[in-house]
């Protein structure tokens, strides 16, 4: 059974690379990810960008960018991402009136067709929810919608909007194509409640790994929208945490 690898989201460290993204990826390379999720087009050439990651043995594991991009240009974006050796393209979020009941079919329309164009250019198409999507069966009803889209699984959204993870994976099967893991704090949570590190944390991440390797998940993506620290010091520890864990 072939082990899922273990990236990071790089919008965790948004901060630092807004001011180096050189530097960042630097120092993300002599932590021990197998690779990278980008977020948005970096601010570097493609190939300032593939000899960054070729230099620090960081692979792309995808990419997210926004609707909007996407439907303005899928065929440039996915010639991008296919010649840095990525095989996934993801939708991050989507505006909250687009996920109301009344526009599902409308919001769904559009998605299969940006499927399409990703397919067309060998490209798997992906979903990565927030918490309002495990809720009122928005997940449930994309999926009906979309019959060929993937899932990326944020599993972190999905226990905050009450749902089991581990259950969730099951359920999703082989829709789901890529796992987000942030952990979560004890206690009362909102939105902006900050992230501790991988493994640090209540949510059996653990446990999700190892069902990810069940069900032959290619990636499983550390992410941490508010990091409790310092971000470049979480991300080392989560993936330090990660590895004495055997993964």
């Known amino acids: 059974m072939e082990m899922v690898k273990i990236g990071l989201q790089i919008y965790t460290l948004w901060r630092e690379t807004e001011k180096d993204f050189v530097g960042t990826v630097n ?19 493609e190939q300032e960008l593939k000899e960054l990651l070729d230099k620090n043995n960081l692979q792309v594991a995808g990419a997210h960018l ?29 505006r909250q009136e687009m996920l109301a009941a009344e526009a599902l079919p409308e919001t769904a329309r559009r998605l299969n067709e940006l499927n399409k164009r990703a397919e067309a250019c060998g490209l798997e198409f992906s979903y990565h929810n927030h918490w309002v999507e495990m809720v009122d069966n928005r997940m449930e009803t994309l999926l009906e919608l979309c019959p060929h889209m993937q899932w990326e699984l944020d ?14 994976m099951k359920e999703l099967g082989d829709r789901l194509t890529l796992l987000h893991i942030k952990d979560m704090a004890p206690g009362e949570l909102t939105p902006d409640t ?18 990810a390797n069940r ?13 409790d ?7 080392r520890r989560s993936v ?8």
Request: hydrophobic share 40%.
């Open 194 to 211: 900050p992230n501790p590190a991988i493994l640090e944390g209540i949510i059996d991440i653990q446990g999700l790994l190892e069902q």
């Open 66 to 94: 926004s609707f909007e991009e996407q439907e303005a240009d899928m065929e440039g974006l996915c010639g991008f991402l296919s010649r840095l050796g990525a095989k996934k393209i993801t939708i991050p979020a989507m």
């Open 27 to 45: 120092e993300v390379g002599k932590m021990g990810y197998d690779g990278l999720e980008l977020a948005g087009m970096p601010n570097c050439s």
């Open 155 to 168: 599993t972190y959204w999905a226990k905050y909007a009450g749902r089991d993870p581990l259950q969730t």
């Open 229 to 235: 620290g310092d971000p470049l010091t979480l991300t």
């Open 215 to 227: 069900q032959g998940i290619d990636w499983a993506l550390v992410e941490m929208d508010n990091p």
């Open 240 to 247: 330090e945490n990660l590895r004495k864990a055997g993964f």
